[in-house]
């Protein structure tokens, strides 16, 4: 167990709806980062929070969007959804910012749309 | 622009060495990471390395050349539950944090 906490584990959903994922990182951690994984294009970056404040982006649609809340947890909303969102959705946490610092993933959610 | 490459499957024997190579050519570089996932979980971290040269842990070793933008992940002694992707990430430096993934290699242990 790293101890980051996704919620839900599974989502089915339709073309054209919007959804929230959720992100508890570990203890401390300050970092969250959303990764999407899809079985032709492998683990890509979307974006990164430290403390509050959006870090960096990656590859991250206009479609979607994140948030850090006070408390550290994270959220990432996916809009207008399409079939070619169904993928594995990550958080990872760390404790500092910077990308040479250990991540610890989350189980992941498992995003179908339909 | 990012491009990172490595095997797409591998199979070697339990007990025995295996060597997943890994090649990159990023805009940035801030460390290259290995990370194991197994089917349906989340990756685990394995190693990280900033400096050229070899790194061991346990069963595990990684070797990094930043002129030949080339690393490799060693894995001695394997065992059945080492089947799993072997991810190769390079940290995007330059101030821009979050990592670049290779599509990941497929190690497949035979008894």
């Known amino acids: 167990d790293s101890g980051v906490t996704q919620t839900p584990k599974h989502l089915i959903t339709a073309t054209g709806q919007r959804v929230t994922l959720r992100c508890s990182p570990r203890?401390?951690?300050?970092?969250v980062y959303w990764y999407q994984q899809s079985l032709d294009q492998g683990l890509q970056f979307l974006i990164q929070y430290y403390n509050g404040e959006e870090r960096a982006k990656g590859n991250i649609l206009e479609r979607f969007s994140a948030q850090q809340f006070p408390d550290l947890h994270s959220e990432l909303n996916l809009s207008s959804l399409e079939l070619g969102d169904s993928a594995l959705y990550f958080c990872?946490?760390?404790?500092?910012?910077?990308?040479?610092?250990?991540?610890?993933f989350g189980q992941g959610t498992r995003l179908t749309v339909v | 622009g990012q491009n990172i490459d490595q095997p797409t499957e591998m199979t070697a024997t339990e007990g025995a060495i295996v060597q997943i190579n890994c090649t990159y050519q990023t805009s940035g570089f801030n460390g290259l990471f290995w990370y194991q996932q197994h089917a349906g979980e989340a990756p685990t971290f394995l190693s990280y390395?900033?400096?050229?040269g070899l790194e061991e842990k346990g069963r595990f070793s990684s070797f990094l050349s930043r002129s030949k933008g080339y690393s490799y992940l060693l894995l001695k002694e394997l065992q059945m539950k080492d089947s799993a992707s072997y991810l190769c990430a390079v940290g995007r430096g330059g101030g821009a944090d979050g990592l670049t993934f290779g599509k990941g290699t497929h190690l497949i242990i035979q008894p």
């Open positions: 203890s401390g951690d300050l970092s």
């Open positions: 990872a946490s760390s404790a500092r910012q910077g990308s040479n610092t250990e991540a610890f």
């Open positions: 390395n900033v400096l050229d």
